[in-house]
């Protein structure tokens, strides 16, 4: 076209696309040089970017893959490759923990700071569904912070219960013991039940009948003193717990403590060596050993 043919719009100057609907006509304004600019410059990038990352999909018959580009960048490589460094970095000190009793783990920072760092992660990933995040438990699974232990707070204790879980019947070497169920399999009266219900409440501080108490103390004596132990404070051999401080499994209501000894609870723990190696198991003692107050890890472990 020349430039005699041109249409330019006498309002602005600006020439026309020679397109008229109704008597108005569309201006040709020319893009602003900046915009055309980057535009260019984000092309050429793309196609950089085609050539030297992965980029173009195909499927290669059997899945589905992408060109490599010319540095053949793969992300689940570069993650596989830093897995594997850390393993090998990690070696030596897991073959180390495997190999050392606990008290020369106790004993050895380094090893110290690795179990535990290691038995924290292990513990998010298997633990934490029953004892919470922060090992902090919730009714019927106990808190590992606490240093109140059911079944013995020594690390070689943490570590047996962890090894063989706790009525966990597969396992024979599993913690084990039964709290009868002595209201449904009818061994004591209802009337009974409440009685040491009081007694229990008398025990554990809590507001109570004096006078029931005093009843249930006998009744105590004769069916709970076995596990219980006589003066209430329990047996960690049979996972009974101390029922004189202020720390309840199941709560410490009347309803609940009575349900308790009604049903009984018998609660399950898996055992846990036929789905972690020794080596994270020794890990997770270590960690759960610390969270009750057994030792400290150095600041940097903590972390
Ligand atoms: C399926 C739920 C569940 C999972 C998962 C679980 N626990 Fe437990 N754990 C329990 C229950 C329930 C008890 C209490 C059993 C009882 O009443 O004696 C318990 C008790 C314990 C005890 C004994 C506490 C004491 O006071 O003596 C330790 C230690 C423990 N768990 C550690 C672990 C570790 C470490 C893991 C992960 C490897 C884990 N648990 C995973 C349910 C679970
Ligand atoms: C054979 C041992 C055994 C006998 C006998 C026994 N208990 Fe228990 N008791 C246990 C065990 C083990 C638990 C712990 C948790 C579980 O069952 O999961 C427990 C838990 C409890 C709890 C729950 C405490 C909490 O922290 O919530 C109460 C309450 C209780 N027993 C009361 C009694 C009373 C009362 C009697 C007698 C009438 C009795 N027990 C007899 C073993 C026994």
């Not at 830093?82 to 897991?94: D, F, G, I, Q, S």
């Not at 002595?182 to 501080?205: A, C, H, N, R």
């Not at 846990?272 to 610390?290: G, H, N």
Request: glycine share 8%.
């Amino acid at each position: 076209m020349s430039s005699e043919h041109k249409d330019v719009d006498q309002h602005s100057g600006t020439e026309t696309t020679g397109h008229e609907w109704d008597g108005i006509k569309e201006l040709n304004t020319p893009l602003p040089k900046w915009w055309l600019y980057t535009f260019y410059v984000t092309v050429v990038w793309a196609l950089g970017y085609f050539i030297v990352f992965p980029a173009i999909p195909y499927f290669d018959g059997s899945k589905w893959d992408a060109t490599g580009g010319v540095i053949n960048y793969d992300q689940r490589a570069v993650v596989a490759e830093a897995v594997e460094e850390n393993e090998a970095r990690l070696k030596p000190y897991t073959e180390a923990i495997v190999k050392a009793s606990f008290q020369e783990i106790l004993a050895d920072q380094e090893l110290m700071d690795v179990a535990y760092a290691g038995g924290s992660i292990a513990f998010k990933e298997n633990c934490a569904g029953c004892h919470g995040t922060g090992a902090q438990g919730f009714v019927a699974f106990p808190n590992l912070n606490d240093d109140d232990w059911l079944w013995g707070g020594t690390i070689e204790d943490i570590h047996q219960t962890i090894t063989h879980g706790i009525r966990w019947e597969q396992d024979y070497d599993t913690r084990y013991s039964q709290m009868p169920s002595f209201g449904s399999d009818e061994i004591l009266e209802k009337e009974d039940i409440k009685d040491v219900t009081q007694y229990v409440m008398q025990l554990g501080g809590l507001d109570h009948s004096a006078e029931a108490a005093a009843r249930g103390a006998t009744v105590f004596e004769e069916q709970c003193s076995v596990c219980h132990a006589a003066d209430g404070k329990g047996d960690k051999t049979q996972g009974a717990p101390n029922l004189t401080d202020a720390i309840w499994l199941f709560g410490s209501d009347r309803e609940t403590i009575y349900e308790t000894i009604y049903y009984a609870r018998n609660s399950v723990m898996p055992a846990w060596k036929e789905r972690l190696d020794e080596a994270t198991i020794k890990k997770l003692a270590v960690y759960v050993y610390s969270l009750g107050g057994g030792v400290e890890p150095s600041d940097a472990a903590a972390r």
